[in-house]
């Protein structure tokens, strides 16, 4: 199903119209819709689409050699049946094809080949900068594993370092997006949905799985996929990241499964993990920089470069539910003891959500219009004082409070009160504004009158978030 890349379409049709050859690589998560974009791309143009499967070269040949006999014979002489003994001479063979007319070449899960043929891509890169100039070829190399492709494409020290023309990380779905394509093929209540995008996150693979499995209950839903005896989620923590991080997997797990715990310092996951803390901090550093699976977050006052105050959290809303409530319970999972699992995952859901949440109202914050354009949105602490929403520039500041409940106005005066008392706290000057966001918030219009940004569910979910707010 394809759905909403039209700027990532946009780029690439822009690409392949220009004349000569172009090296582009897309690289993103696994599910995030790499493969669907790069056929989109494909349709109605000359093209071979190559998957590179784990597999011996040769019978990577015959495939390869069925598809270029599919798409590629009207335009070769009767006579002439290309028959290829090696990678190299299918890659040499497509180049000098090009000569003659544009053609697009997708090699899909491209990192494949350090696995297939680890000197292959000596040789292409060789054949590439030797015939490029003469031919008319788009080059597509998609990949799956983040790490491994940076390492391919970026590292000095490999073969096609420097070659790539074009660079496209495909990301998930935001929010927003993800809400719009989730209905395109069913109904989701605003409730549920929240529920569901914090553990499923904006992968396309992955929201695709309501269309079977969601029936008007987000957490029936959740036990089916991910706990369930036949969960088809259950495992792809595993399929997904034990080849990406090697052998040392065990410990990257680790330090993933503490920090979607809540030890986000890197104290707090030495000692959770048991793994010295200068190793940690060699992890982390992996985790954040390299395979991009962690994030750094610093106080929203704080320099980034200077600070000390630094809490890790996981960027992905899936690999973030996946090791706080399937990993973390893999042995009850092993055991089949579904009731213990159950129980962690009712007890300790709605705590998990409020801080999805959070994040979500903090990346509303940062779209509309507050009255002012902050340098900064973020969350702030300090020695146990914590404010989930702080935005300012050099005059203004927003302090805001995010609530995964429903709200009286009684409850949220109440709010509003510790807030402002936390504000003074925060070493900000300027004029100071108050807000708030919960699911629902009775007395709403009252609060807004009285000068507080008052934000329900509601409001996030039917505003598009590239639009000046009503609510400033």
Same mark, same amino acid.
């Given at each position: 199903?394809?759905?909403?890349?039209?700027?990532?379409?946009?780029?690439?049709? +822009?690409?392949?119209? !220009?004349?000569? +050859?172009?090296?582009?690589?897309?690289?993103?998560? =696994?599910?995030?819709?790499? /493969?669907?974009?790069? =056929?989109?791309?494909?349709?109605?143009? *000359?093209?071979?689409?190559?998957?590179?499967?784990?597999?011996?070269?040769?019978?990577?040949?015959?495939?390869?050699?069925?598809?270029?006999?599919?798409? *590629?014979?009207? $335009?070769?002489?009767?006579?002439?049946?290309?028959?290829? +003994?090696?990678?190299?001479?299918l890659f040499e063979f497509i180049l000098d094809f090009s000569r003659e007319r544009k053609i697009v070449v997708v090699f899909d899960e491209f990192q494949n080949f350090r696995f297939v043929k680890p000197s292959f891509l000596s040789s292409l890169q060789k054949l590439w900068d030797l015939k490029k100039d003469d031919s008319n070829l788009t080059l597509l190399a998609v990949g799956s594993y983040v790490g491994m492709m940076k390492r391919i494409f970026m590292d000095r020290k490999e073969p096609l370092f420097g070659r790539a023309d074009e660079f496209m990380k495909l990301k998930?779905?935001?929010?927003w997006k993800a809400y719009g394509f989730v209905r395109e093929f069913t109904e989701v209540s605003p409730r549920d949905f929240v529920e569901l995008y914090s553990t499923l996150g904006g992968m396309p693979r992955y929201l695709l799985y309501l269309k079977r499995y969601y029936s008007d209950n987000a957490r029936k839903t959740l036990n089916e996929l991910f706990f369930d005896e036949f969960a088809p989620l259950k495992e792809e923590g595993f399929n997904v990241l034990k080849l990406e991080f090697g052998r040392y997997y065990r410990s990257y797990f680790s330090i993933l499964e503490a920090v979607s715990l809540g030890y986000v310092t890197p104290k707090e996951i030495s000692d959770r993990t048991g793994l010295k803390i200068l190793t940690v901090g060699k992890y982390l550093s992996e985790l954040?920089?390299?395979?991009?699976?962690?994030?750094?977050?610093?106080?929203? /006052?704080?320099?980034?470069?200077?600070?000390?105050?630094?809490? $890790?959290?996981?960027?992905?809303?899936?690999?973030?539910?996946?090791?706080? #409530?399937?990993y973390h319970n893999y042995?009850?999972?092993?055991?089949?003891? #579904?009731?213990?699992?159950?129980?962690?995952f009712e007890r300790k859901f709605p705590a998990f959500v409020g801080r999805e949440y959070e994040k979500i109202v903090r990346e509303f914050v940062r779209q509309i219009n507050l009255g002012f354009k902050p340098l900064r949105v973020g969350r702030w602490w300090h020695k146990g004082e914590e404010i989930d929403v702080v935005a300012y520039d050099r005059k203004n500041a927003l302090f805001m409070e995010v609530k995964w409940k429903d709200l009286t106005k009684k409850d949220a005066l109440k709010i509003l009160k510790d807030l402002q008392r936390k504000s003074n706290i925060v070493p900000l000057r300027g004029e100071k504004k108050y807000g708030i966001a919960a699911r629902s918030i009775?007395?709403?219009?009252?609060?807004?009158?009285?000068?507080?940004?008052?934000?329900?569910?509601?409001?996030?979910?039917? !505003?598009?978030?590239?639009?000046?707010?009503? *609510?400033?």
């Open positions: 199903m394809f759905y909403d890349r039209e700027r990532e379409l946009e780029k690439l049709n +822009s690409v392949h119209s !220009q004349p000569g +050859s172009t090296f582009v690589v897309i690289y993103g998560r =696994r599910r995030v819709g790499k /493969t669907a974009l790069a =056929r989109e791309f494909l349709r109605g143009k *000359l093209g071979l689409y190559f998957f590179v499967g784990e597999k011996d070269e040769a019978l990577l040949l015959e495939e390869f050699q069925e598809e270029v006999e599919k798409n *590629l014979s009207g $335009y070769l002489p009767g006579y002439l049946k290309p028959r290829f +003994s090696t990678l190299e001479e998930p779905f935001d929010f954040t920089n390299h395979y991009e699976y962690l994030m750094r977050e610093v106080p929203a /006052t704080e320099n980034p470069k200077k600070t000390r105050k630094v809490a $890790y959290s996981l960027r992905d809303e899936f690999f973030n539910f996946w090791f706080r #409530f399937v042995q009850h999972i092993e055991e089949g003891d #579904f009731e213990a699992i159950i129980d962690d009775k007395g709403k219009e009252e609060l807004r009158e009285e000068g507080f940004l008052v934000v329900e569910l509601e409001d996030i979910l039917n !505003q598009s978030p590239l639009s000046p707010s009503p *609510l400033s």
